[in-house]
């Protein structure tokens, strides 16, 4: 019934025509970008639900402030609704106008509508904000070790779990920045950027701060200004959401300026940054070393 | 997060109404079921909504995959029958490249014909799938995504002859396997 035993010739045509048959998927039709599409088509009440029991579970051991904290709201009669990013940007309209642009594996949570004395949201990750004014009404942003309090205004959170430090950075108007204990605060004015360390629960304030090189993420933009090749790591495992580690100490401390705004994948900027010829990278098992040459 | 493999995760699925394990399936088969869905319908477009379409499916019939014995041939049907479908809703089955592949495969397009095709598909699929890891991922970009070897190299960190090497060796398996089909089908 079916074909006779194939000439090296025929095998070799049917093999170029079964791989110009197919491709993976590539840009926006890849797994990740994808399935944002699949969970808005799912349930959506059915699938939040769920999502939340999956986080708590898993957050017990891996995280101390991190999530856990996120889902205390959870029994409260008011809905909270929770946004999540993977790879990509997301802008988000909260109840009271307020403008954010959501970074990539970051995670917002508010609630459907604010409270009385105050707006509150919680933010895991890195986010911009476009505040709406109203003095009688505060709006606070917390994160696992600082609140941010503002009055109306233009600003940058940077919180990432795994990382100590949270740095606020202010474009306009101004803001508080108190630790959870409330023990240290700190105001800001525009172009001024705090830094907070919960390690050492100290903040440090730079000021005149070129302010566009912190919220060029919103554009697909990275900028290394003078970065260490440790801020740099950290950097791209929150934007990729890969592990990078780093074994040489004084390779740790190199400093790198570079600005990546061709939408660059992970591989692309370590192959750029790597020809400086410093370091090479591995990867393995998930996650990226770097060693020195 | 490990690998769990596929039968587990069915499980947690079917038993548990698992969000989490219904999310690494998605993650483990979506390029699989995007590229089958792709050999159907030519356009990413396409592929990307039926392919979607089917993991909603899968999702909200959940019950029905106890019944489902081999979950590689079910959700290759699956995503056939829901590209097939598509084509037909779209009313592009005339304008459509299917045709194009099949010619030099057969001329004659009989309904027998047709599922040599896309047994042979579905064999190159699961023959790609079952390549060493690195082999694998380099073949397809170079054989099917068509990218250079130059860019393959540097995605890699390896050099070109290396990435040749490779297509080589995966070319030269998949050869193997192509004969074996045919030598099977006698």
Redesign the interface.
């Known amino acids: 019934m079916n074909q006779l035993p194939k000439s090296e010739k025929e095998v070799n045509e049917l093999l170029n025509k079964l791989a110009s048959s197919t491709h993976s998927p590539q840009g926006k039709f890849t797994a990740d970008n994808s399935f944002d599409i699949l969970r808005k088509r799912v349930a959506p009440s059915k699938y939040r639900l769920r999502f939340y029991q999956y986080m708590s579970a898993a957050a017990a051991i891996i995280l101390v402030l991190g999530f856990s904290w996120m889902f205390y709201n959870v029994e409260q009669p008011i809905s909270i609704k929770t946004i999540r990013t993977l790879a990509e940007i997301k802008e988000i309209k909260l109840p009271d106008g307020t403008q954010v642009v959501l970074d990539r594996y970051s995670s917002i949570q508010f609630p459907e509508t604010f409270g009385d004395k105050t707006r509150d949201v919680k933010l895991l990750g890195e986010a911009y904000f476009e505040v709406t004014k109203n003095p009688a009404k505060p709006f606070v942003v917390e994160t696992h070790s600082v609140n941010i309090k503002v009055l109306g205004t233009h600003f940058n959170v940077e919180a990432y779990k795994d990382d100590p430090n949270i740095t606020t950075t202010l474009l306009e108007g101004s803001v508080s920045v108190t630790n959870k204990e409330q023990s240290k605060r700190l105001i800001l004015r525009p172009n001024e950027t705090a830094i907070y360390n919960k390690n050492v629960s100290a903040f440090t304030h730079l000021k005149d701060v070129d302010v566009e090189n912190d919220v060029a993420w919103r554009q697909g933009i990275l900028i290394f200004n003078s970065a260490s090749m440790e801020d740099i790591a950290l950097s791209l495992s929150h934007k990729f959401n890969v592990k990078i580690e780093i074994n040489n100490a004084e390779l740790r401390k190199h400093k790198f300026t570079a600005r990546f705004d061709n939408q660059e994948n992970l591989y692309e900027i370590l192959n750029l940054l790597k020809s400086t010829g410093n370091f090479n990278y591995v990867k393995a098992n998930n996650r990226i070393r770097i060693q020195i040459k | 997060m490990e690998d769990r493999c596929i039968d587990q995760l069915l499980t947690d699925i079917i038993k548990r ?1 698992s ?2 394990a219904f ?1 690494e399936l ?2 483990q088969c ?2 699989r079921f ?3 869905a ?2 159907y319908l030519q356009k ?2 396409w ?2 909504e039926v ?2 379409d089917v ?2 499916n899968i ?1 909200n019939n959940r019950a029905a995959l106890s019944d489902v014995r081999n979950f590689s041939n079910y959700s290759f049907v699956l995503i056939k029958n829901a590209a097939i479908n598509f084509l037909e809703k779209e009313d592009k089955r005339k304008t459509n490249s299917l045709d194009s ?1 099949k010619e ?2 057969s001329c004659i397009s009989s309904p ?1 014909e047709e599922m ?1 095709d896309d047994e ?2 579905q064999y ?1 699929l699961n023959a790609v799938e079952e390549l060493p890891e690195k082999c694998r991922e380099i073949y ?1 970009l170079v ?4 990218k250079s070897y130059m860019q393959v190299a ?2 890699f ?1 390896i050099s070109p002859k290396t990435v040749d090497a490779q297509v080589q060796k995966a ?1 030269s398996k ?2 193997e396997k ?2 074996a089909f ?2 099977d ?2």
């Open positions: 109404n969000d989490s999310k998605y993650y979506y390029d995007f590229r089958i792709y050999y990413d477009e592929a990307q392919v979607l993991f909603l999702w592949i030099p495969l027998e040599i042979l598909f190159y397809k054989r099917e995504d068509k540097e995605l960190n070319v998949l050869k192509i004969n045919f030598l089908s006698q």
